[in-house]
């Protein structure tokens, strides 16, 4: 494949990312709305601490990393070069909020509660610290990119 | 800076891997499990469990405070076929109170054997085991991605760009089977596949850089 012809297949996919991305932000959000909503008007919110804090502290973080995967797609279909040091940032962000969000939902819930508390019996939710590693790694070779990338430009 | 950046690249591969060690052997435990349970489930005489029970409920309706023309009380009683169980709803009227009418709601089950729901147990216990094993095929793909990772010398290599394909094709089917089993909310891992396949074309014009800075060199 040549790299004109990878370029322009990159920026097709990710203009379509970009606007699911941006969807599933929406998406997201909408949740977190609808639910906080309905438990403030039907004020069950102190019954339903633990799926508040749940819709919250998860919500709330796939809506940020969907907003920014978003933006990091729009960034690449306009640019046609997926490494950059924005890239990096947006991956390293995502990286770290999926890292917050192992966690988020339990301290969320202690604050609600007064109390230490934990929803499944465990501090860090290992579902989220997963794709946080894995996002971090993809940031690294991105970074690695950016150079051979650099590299490539100073050549032409 | 480039040597520290592949450094760093190994070393995440390297605690990936030891991370997927983990969640194979939980992925394993699973099969094992839900295999056994399946098994167990399927050998359990049809009528060696049975279940009968009723419920009463008061359901308190004041119409005033409805809309008259669209809201209406229908009394009565049906009987529902569910799970080769008779099962029968009544809905009478019982008194009237300051609060609203009083409705008097009772159900009641049948004898229910467990040959009625064994199927979905087994069922569900099959399907558990299945789930795991699309999970362990993932995991065993995402571990030699891991691998190749790890002793890479550039995160463009051939080796690694295959590795990462072969990892976003044992996807598609666990993409596939939680769209077939939750639907929409499914549709999360569907696009994080999505997002695997994006960054491996991401990836092969990682390569093509690679290409040039290599014949540069």
């Given at each position: 494949m040549k790299k004109v012809t990878a370029i322009s297949k990159i920026k097709e996919n990710s203009t379509a990312m970009s606007v699911l991305m941006a969807v599933l932000g929406l998406l997201c959000l909408g949740a977190c709305a609808m639910g906080l909503g309905d438990s403030l008007y039907h004020s069950t919110f102190t019954e339903k601490k633990e799926e508040m804090a749940s819709l919250l502290g998860t919500g709330l973080i796939f809506a940020a990393c969907a907003f920014i995967a978003a933006y990091l797609f729009i960034r690449i279909s306009r640019?046609?070069?997926?490494?950059s040091d924005t890239s990096v940032k947006c991956l390293k962000n995502i990286a770290f909020l999926l890292f917050i969000g192992s966690f988020l939902p339990n301290i969320l819930l202690s604050l609600f509660s007064g109390k230490y508390e934990t929803i499944n019996d465990s501090f860090i939710e290992i579902s989220m610290l997963v794709p946080s590693v894995i996002v971090f790694c993809a940031a690294e070779a991105f970074n690695y990119g950016v150079i051979l990338q650099q590299e490539s430009d100073e050549t032409v | 800076m480039k040597d520290q950046t592949i450094r760093n690249i190994n070393d995440l591969g390297k605690v990936s891997r030891i991370i997927i060690i983990f969640f194979k052997i939980f992925a394993i435990v699973g099969i094992v499990c839900s295999l056994t349970g399946g098994i167990i489930a399927a050998v359990?005489?049809?009528?060696?469990i049975q279940m009968r029970g009723s419920a009463e409920a008061d359901v308190i309706v004041?119409?005033?405070?409805?809309?008259g023309k669209v809201f209406s009380v229908d009394e009565g009683s049906d009987s529902i076929n569910l799970f080769g169980t008779d099962l029968s709803i009544s809905f009478k009227e019982n008194e009237k109170t300051d609060e609203g009418t009083v409705y008097k709601m009772n159900a009641s089950a049948g004898k229910m054997k467990y040959s009625h729901l064994k199927p979905l147990i087994v069922l569900g216990l099959f399907g558990m085991a299945v789930f795991c094993t699309l999970v362990l095929i993932a995991l065993i793909f995402g571990q030699k991605l891991a691998k190749a990772l790890s002793v890479c010398?550039?995160?463009?290599e051939e080796k690694v760009i295959k590795a990462m394909m072969n990892f976003g094709k044992s996807l598609i089917p666990m993409a596939v089977f939680f769209v077939l089993l939750y639907?929409?909310?499914g549709v999360g891992t569907a696009l994080a596949v999505l997002v695997v396949i994006l960054f491996i074309q991401i990836f092969k014009y990682g390569a093509k850089l690679q290409q040039e800075s290599d014949e540069t060199l």
């Amino acid at each position: 494949m040549k790299k004109v012809t990878a370029i322009s297949k990159i920026k097709e996919n990710s203009t379509a990312m970009s606007v699911l991305m941006a969807v599933l932000g929406l998406l997201c959000l909408g949740a977190c709305a609808m639910g906080l909503g309905d438990s403030l008007y039907h004020s069950t919110f102190t019954e339903k601490k633990e799926e508040m804090a749940s819709l919250l502290g998860t919500g709330l973080i796939f809506a940020a990393c969907a907003f920014i995967a978003a933006y990091l797609f729009i960034r690449i279909s306009r640019t046609g070069t997926p490494f950059s040091d924005t890239s990096v940032k947006c991956l390293k962000n995502i990286a770290f909020l999926l890292f917050i969000g192992s966690f988020l939902p339990n301290i969320l819930l202690s604050l609600f509660s007064g109390k230490y508390e934990t929803i499944n019996d465990s501090f860090i939710e290992i579902s989220m610290l997963v794709p946080s590693v894995i996002v971090f790694c993809a940031a690294e070779a991105f970074n690695y990119g950016v150079i051979l990338q650099q590299e490539s430009d100073e050549t032409v | 800076m480039k040597d520290q950046t592949i450094r760093n690249i190994n070393d995440l591969g390297k605690v990936s891997r030891i991370i997927i060690i983990f969640f194979k052997i939980f992925a394993i435990v699973g099969i094992v499990c839900s295999l056994t349970g399946g098994i167990i489930a399927a050998v359990i005489p049809g009528d060696s469990i049975q279940m009968r029970g009723s419920a009463e409920a008061d359901v308190i309706v004041d119409l005033d405070k409805l809309p008259g023309k669209v809201f209406s009380v229908d009394e009565g009683s049906d009987s529902i076929n569910l799970f080769g169980t008779d099962l029968s709803i009544s809905f009478k009227e019982n008194e009237k109170t300051d609060e609203g009418t009083v409705y008097k709601m009772n159900a009641s089950a049948g004898k229910m054997k467990y040959s009625h729901l064994k199927p979905l147990i087994v069922l569900g216990l099959f399907g558990m085991a299945v789930f795991c094993t699309l999970v362990l095929i993932a995991l065993i793909f995402g571990q030699k991605l891991a691998k190749a990772l790890s002793v890479c010398d550039s995160p463009f290599e051939e080796k690694v760009i295959k590795a990462m394909m072969n990892f976003g094709k044992s996807l598609i089917p666990m993409a596939v089977f939680f769209v077939l089993l939750y639907g929409l909310s499914g549709v999360g891992t569907a696009l994080a596949v999505l997002v695997v396949i994006l960054f491996i074309q991401i990836f092969k014009y990682g390569a093509k850089l690679q290409q040039e800075s290599d014949e540069t060199l």
